[in-house]
């Protein structure tokens, strides 16, 4: 059974930093393409950072390079290291996987798998 769990959410201050982790199992993290989301109650999710099938990073514009994403292809998970972090980002992240349409990036339903969501608060 595929499936996806994510940790390392947490409480910071303004310019702090987290790494989120995404394991998979049943499900390799270089098979095919993987994504970050996030949501705040109320608001719809929206995509932060991808990996493609061709594993190339892409990026909200928002991200404004202070993000990155990446694979530990050992653990078989999916990272999301957070630098210079602001309220701003406070939400639940939500990794995402086996996406459909290449074209579709941060699209929520071009992913077929998702995780449970790890909480990250930043206070200013």
């Known amino acids: 059974q595929e499936q996806l769990a994510e940790s390392g959410g947490g409480s910071v201050q303004a310019g702090g930093s987290l790494r989120l982790s995404c394991v998979a199992s049943?499900?390799?993290?270089?098979?095919?393409?993987m994504a970050w989301f996030r949501q705040v109650p109320g608001k719809e999710r929206e995509g932060v950072a991808a990996?493609?099938?061709?594993?190339?990073?892409h990026y909200a514009d928002y991200v404004n390079s202070r993000f990155t994403i990446s694979t530990e292809d050992a653990k078989n998970t999916l990272l999301l290291e957070m630098n210079n972090l602001t309220p701003e980002d406070t939400a639940m992240y939500f990794c995402?996987?086996?996406?459909?349409?290449?074209?579709?990036?941060?699209?929520?339903?071009?992913?077929?798998?998702w995780g449970q969501g790890t909480q990250v608060t930043v206070s200013s």
């Open positions: 990996l493609d099938w061709f594993g190339t990073p």
């Open positions: 995402a996987a086996d996406c459909h349409d290449i074209a579709e990036t941060f699209v929520e339903s071009n992913y077929a798998l």
């Open positions: 049943g499900y390799s993290v270089r098979r095919w393409c």
